[in-house]
């Protein structure tokens, strides 16, 4: 069965499709290199060392290009060794970013790569080659496209899913001005199952808009799948079949040119697929598909894209592609290779400092190990605990438990919305669901948090991980605006603990809790403490007072409330403060609740005549903890007198990329930063 065409007919395609790659049929792709090694010094790539701007890639032969692919590949393992950083996603495009570049007249035709964590060969293509090692450090490149650093960028990214949307929307925009310049679109399987890019595909089909999807497919392993689009991607691929484009733009189905002579067996055996390769999914939307295509064979992707860009209406194009491609170790370890750190600098066989045996440092948790552990204990002792997880099993520490307990095991994909509702929908049968999602991605979900769980008053605890700001991965990732956007809301309590056992403490005081709740904590490791068990179950709402330093007949009465881990930042610049101003009284305070707020610790503190109140959080000022504060203190009976107010957290602007301390250095939110802002504040 050959799938027919979109409604809107197919253009001529001889006159704007490249000769080159359009009208000779489809060459065999030569093997690529497969490096082992990551290396140290900078590779020979003289075709690369040519390229400056897309266009430079036009005067190119194909054998050309394959070599390009090649030097491409082999830099961009040097430059992740250099800077680390994505690493698998990155390889597994190089031969669809050439392709792209090749055919497109960029930057006038719009390239919108969703995520965008696998754009590190386009920055090299466009202008960024020599920058690349500065990628994710501060003043270097960003870790995502981004508008403000390339022409070429056409729309920042970092989060899953919007590349369609944004894609369509240019389309549309580039309809209405006259201007005749195609938009393609970058998009993974895993983005693929967000529900954005669904609403995005109705709608392209419903305008009728000239958009070129890429479906970036690399995990055909129905064992590996999850959910039924993934299921379906993979039958695609298994049928053996392809939808292949003609010279003149129109589908047709045929074998596979890269099935083997012993495949022929599973493909007669898949025979009942067949009709689903042409009637597809993407076809069943209004899309016209073709695919799938090996996405690592050159002159095979040149064909098709440069046929299928000519074609009216909205197109897909699927392709499959190996991630970490041509690093060993990376093809056998996907996961493991999905990002990597620097490489550790070589040390001299002769250095005798090297031979000398280094002491053991303490073993410090992560926080999502933390919570990792807590969640397999907890759920051996309730067997109503259940655990979703939008995409991020690793990320969020539950690996474990999916193994322990995969009947009680949630992995949604990439569908936040979802997540909460379906939480929603368990607490309504009386089981105790726990959802585990980023901060950044937790924004995704602010409606259905608000509508399908606290205004049910249901019982969900939200285990809310990647909070404050996240380093290298800059402003798109960073979790510093949910003190703002959860406290607001009735029905739900939020913890913010300060170190790895209270993580644990507050984790079960949450998960006991009889409602909505949530557990904020940071990416990264804690100060070292010591988890306590069994579990116990913290007053809710209650702080810590956790030192009082200095005389207590000073003038000068400092009180530093410190939420989450703000806290051992606290009492290091209180130590500071006071070696410089010994006339001062201190007194830091876990608060290890934003709602409710310790409105009784409050007033202590007023009664024992504090001047100076000092709110301190790794979060916006605007709307987060330290407002609560304020809030509390306007809310007394007046007239009163109150103490002088500083809140202490980041400023109104987005915060670029570096590392964590360099991020906390800009804020003033390191121990300097922060001891300096209190020097001020009670002079």
Partial sequence: MQQTPHSSQSRSLSSSTHPDVANNPPKQQPLQQVYSEIPRSRPLTPLLDRVDAPDDLKSLSQEQLI??????????????????????ANLGVVELTIALHYLLNAPDDQLVWDVGHQAYAHKVLTG???????????????????????????????????????????????????????????????????????????????????LLVILNDNDMSISCSIGGFSRHLAMLWESGYQVDITATGKPRLRHRPDMQAHDRRMRHHQQRDVPQVADNLFKAIGFTYFGPFDGHNLPELLRVLSLAKQVSGPVLVHIYTTKGKGFAPAEVDPVGYHAIGKLAP???????????????????????????????????????LLAITPAMEEGSGMTEFARTFPERFFDVAIAEQHAVTLAGGMATQGVKPIVAIYSTFLQRGYDQLIHDVALQDLDVMFAIDRAGLVGEDGATHAGVFDFSFLRCIPNIIIAAPKDENECYQLLNTCYEHPGCSAVRYPRGTGT?????????????????????QGSAQAKTKLAVLAFGTMVTTAEQAAAALLSAHTDCQITVVNMRWVKPIDAQLLSELLAQGITHIATLEEHVIMGGAGSAVNEYLLSLPQPKTLPVLLNMGIPDRFIAHGSHAEQLADCELDVAGVSAQLTAFIQ
């Fill in 128 to 210: 960024r080659r020599d920058q690349l090692g500065t990628i994710r450090a501060k003043d270097g490149l960003t870790a995502f496209p981004e508008r403000a650093e390339s022409a070429y960028d056409t729309f920042g990214v970092g989060h899953s899913s919007t590349a369609i949307s944004a894609g369509l929307g240019m389309s549309l925009a580039l309809r209405h001005l006259g201007k005749p310049h195609k938009v393609a679109c970058v998009v993974g399987d895993g983005a693929m199952t967000g529900g954005m890019a669904f609403e995005a595909m109705n709608d392209a089909v419903q305008q009728n808009a000239d």
């Fill in 528 to 548: 070292g403490a010591a988890i306590v068990k069994p579990a116990a179950c913290y007053e809710v709402g209650r702080a810590v007072v956790e030192s009082v």
């Fill in 346 to 384: 070589e040390t001299a066989a002769n250095d005798p400092a090297a031979a000398e045996p280094k002491a053991a440092l303490p073993v410090k948790k992560k926080f999502a190990q933390v919570f990792g552990e807590f969640i397999c204990d907890k759920a051996s002792l309730d067997t109503d």
């Fill in 67 to 88: 070599q390009l692919a090649d030097e491409l590949r082999l830099y961009l393992l040097y430059s992740a060794g250099q800077s680390g950083g994505h690493f698998g």
